[in-house]
């Protein structure tokens, strides 16, 4: 089992920035690949960002491509999204998620975190 907890979510203003932070625990959590969801209230959850155990390979959603980063601390078992740019559509719960491979498929994501709630005013 992967425990899995976002945190950095809040009330930010449009053009402003943002981190989230996913801390992960349990059955070696470093060898996992990790990925970034978002579900916008009335919308289905979408793909935001993957990135490998090393960090090496790292997938974006076009929405987001050019202004946000996703990275790791595998020492910390943290995976991090740095966003930049905001915009009020980028408004959602955001999830971290653990995969054994790297993909943007939500289907093959194990273990998912509850979310953090990020909003975006114009």
């Known amino acids: 089992q992967v425990q899995l907890v976002e945190s950095g979510g809040g009330l930010v203003h449009t053009g402003d920035s943002l981190t989230l932070s996913c801390a992960a625990s349990?059955?070696?959590?470093?060898?996992?690949?990790m990925g970034w969801f978002r579900q916008a209230p009335g919308k289905e959850r979408e793909f935001v960002a993957a990135?490998?155990?090393?960090?090496?390979?790292?997938n974006y959603a076009d929405s987001v491509k050019g202004r946000s980063t996703i990275s790791r601390d595998n020492a910390k078992n943290t995976v991090y999204l740095q966003m930049n740019s905001l915009k009020p559509e980028d408004t959602a719960v955001y999830y971290c998620?653990?995969?054994?491979?790297?993909?943007?498929?939500?289907?093959?994501?194990?273990?998912w975190g509850q979310g953090t709630q990020v909003t975006v005013s114009s």
């Open positions: 349990g059955r070696t959590s470093s060898n996992y690949y």
């Open positions: 990135i490998n155990w090393s960090g090496s390979i790292r």
């Open positions: 998620a653990a995969a054994a491979i790297i993909t943007r498929l939500q289907g093959q994501y194990n273990y």
